[in-house]
């Protein structure tokens, strides 16, 4: 486990901590409002913005965060005016956004096959100045997420009963959705644009199998994060395979491994009163 | 413009749901430690006008006043505890009965404030009125319905409030739980809280109930005491009509049936 001490795979370990914690936490409140799909969305739109970023010559996560930002609000809009034709709108934004980035790319003289780092992450790639980016945002995003959760919980719980309390409703809203946009911004270094979703949604799917409680299925979750995050890293190497898709297969083990758990455990328990 | 001590007032109101006017003109006031239920047919109206009234559904004319203050300036919410019809569609990540009431405490509540001593007695008490402290452990999708409406009076007691709006609160809950409904709407008449209740049928509460106001196609259709007996409006569901010469019948069948 020697490799465990280069530079690199340290800083891709840090990387996968504070993405592991960070993802699901988010994560745990599009399952609540059944936006499970949502981080997909934001992916597909950021692409554009890592267009952006590489045509002005500019930093790529800046571009991406502002872009899938503005994205994720107008999800948000959508989602909140609950037209039926809403379905249509996001997936215009949707596909908008992967043409977008594919159309500005090819805009760029000479290509640019960094693309693939976008969207298919590449954690082992990081530099100290990623790192910072990193951990700013996932900081951020932390301090939205465990700050607000009683807010956030009642909004995505039922969001009229939150209008009735005085919650600043839309606003709670925004900001969630700008917090996911951060968190897909964050994310896509560790396993790719393409994967982004799964790290926000599969780890709170694994943990609600044996949970009953929204905080415990948070905590869980976040700890199930970091456990897939950090052990796709160290396997990847020695297994040379890429990180990212070994997190989110990792991931996927883990939530059959606590399906079967569930299964057994409901069998074993008379149902509840 | 009068101003008064209702705590609820309401003025004229009129509102529409997708373009479609559902009432017309309704007033309706609440005194203090008043028990008003709101009755009527399925699309009469009754549960947009306390949706109306909390300011869920906007008004298209008319005013809504609550203890005073016009609703567009209404923002002491803590006073005012809300318990929406009953729709607990399995959300996609658990939560125990606790958490869902916790939430019953954010009103005025400003942000990354601790959930101080005050809050958890408040939440303890909440559940005790209603009987599910023993379940506070436990995740809300394996309740009963009618535990599940519990959980969710639960939550509105948990602000303290000095006004409780339920709508239809007794639909599709078991006896136990209505039993349970009952008690706990006791406990808070019995200290002086204000109640509006939108009911199918008065039935178990109808001894806690100082008036009635029976909508009808999005207007008022008679307003005046309670019927002293609940069997009276037992297949009173469907439709309500204005009793023929003062007194209590609140009901008839619109199915004909021969009554008096």
Not at chain 1, 164 to 178: D, E, R
Not at chain 1, 207 to 229: C, K
Not at chain 2, 178 to 194: E, H, K
Request: glycine share 12%; hydrophobic share 55%; aromatic share 4%.
């Amino acid at each position: 486990m020697s490799y465990l001490a280069l530079p690199f795979i340290q800083k891709a370990l840090v990387a996968a901590v504070l993405v592991g914690l960070a993802a699901p936490a988010v994560g745990t409140y599009l399952v609540q409002r059944r936006l499970a799909l949502m981080g997909d969305g934001i992916g597909h739109v950021a692409l554009t913005g890592v267009a952006l970023g590489f045509l002005l010559g500019t930093s790529p996560v800046l571009t991406a965060v502002i872009v899938a930002s503005l994205g994720a609000i107008a999800i948000e809009l959508v989602r909140a005016r609950g037209k039926a034709s809403g379905d249509v709108a996001l997936a215009m934004l949707f596909y908008g956004g992967i043409a977008g980035g594919v159309l500005l790319i090819s805009l760029e003289p000479g290509g640019n096959t960094n693309l693939l780092t976008y969207l298919f992450g590449s954690i082992l790639t990081v530099n100290a100045q990623d790192l910072v980016t990193i951990g700013v945002l996932a900081v951020g995003v932390l301090v939205v997420a465990i700050g607000l959760r009683r807010q956030l919980f009642s909004v995505c719980q039922d969001e009229e009963f939150a209008r009735v309390s005085g919650l600043p409703v839309p606003l709670l809203n925004i900001v969630l959705a700008v917090t996911a946009a951060l968190t897909v911004t964050v994310a896509m270094r560790v396993v790719g644009l393409l994967l982004v979703s799964a790290l926000l949604v599969v780890p709170v799917a694994a943990a609600q199998q044996l949970t009953r409680g929204f905080a415990a299925t948070m905590t869980a979750a976040m700890a199930i994060g970091v456990v897939v995050s950090v052990g796709g890293v160290v396997a990847s190497y020695p297994l040379d395979v890429g990180p990212g898709s070994l997190i989110v297969i990792l991931a996927i083990a883990v939530f059959g491994l606590a399906s079967l758990a569930a299964a057994v455990m409901s069998r074993r328990r008379p149902v509840a009163v | 413009m009068r101003m008064s001590d209702h705590i609820v007032d309401v003025l004229g109101a009129s509102a529409a749901l997708g373009g479609r006017p559902i009432l017309h003109g309704v007033d309706l006031t609440l005194d203090p430690g008043e028990v008003v239920t709101l009755l009527g047919a399925n699309g009469s109206g009754k549960s947009t006008l306390v949706r109306a009234i909390v300011g869920l559904v906007p008004l298209t004319g008319g005013t809504v006043a609550l203890f005073g203050t016009p609703l567009t300036e209404f923002a002491d919410w803590a006073r005012v505890g809300y318990v929406p019809q009953r729709v607990m569609a399995a959300s996609g990540v658990p939560a125990t009965v606790r958490e869902v009431v916790c939430a019953g405490r954010l009103s005025g509540r400003r942000i990354f404030t601790r959930f101080g001593a005050a809050d958890r007695a408040a939440v303890d008490d909440a559940l005790d009125v209603v009987g599910l402290h023993p379940l506070a452990g436990v995740g809300v999708a394996r309740l009963s319905g009618g535990q599940q409406q519990r959980v969710l009076i639960a939550r509105a007691l948990a602000g303290r409030p000095d006004l409780l709006i339920l709508d239809e609160p007794m639909s599709g809950v078991d006896a136990d739980s209505q039993a349970a409904i009952v008690a706990a709407l006791q406990r808070m008449t019995g200290a002086g809280t204000s109640v509006l209740v939108v009911l199918h049928e008065l039935g178990q509460l109808s001894p806690l109930i100082d008036r009635s106001m029976v909508l009808r196609g999005g207007r008022v259709a008679y307003v005046g005491t309670a019927p002293p007996d609940p069997a009276e409006d037992r297949d009173a569901d469907h439709d309500f009509h204005p009793p023929v010469a003062g007194g209590f019948g609140l009901s008839s069948s619109p199915l004909g049936s021969a009554r008096p």
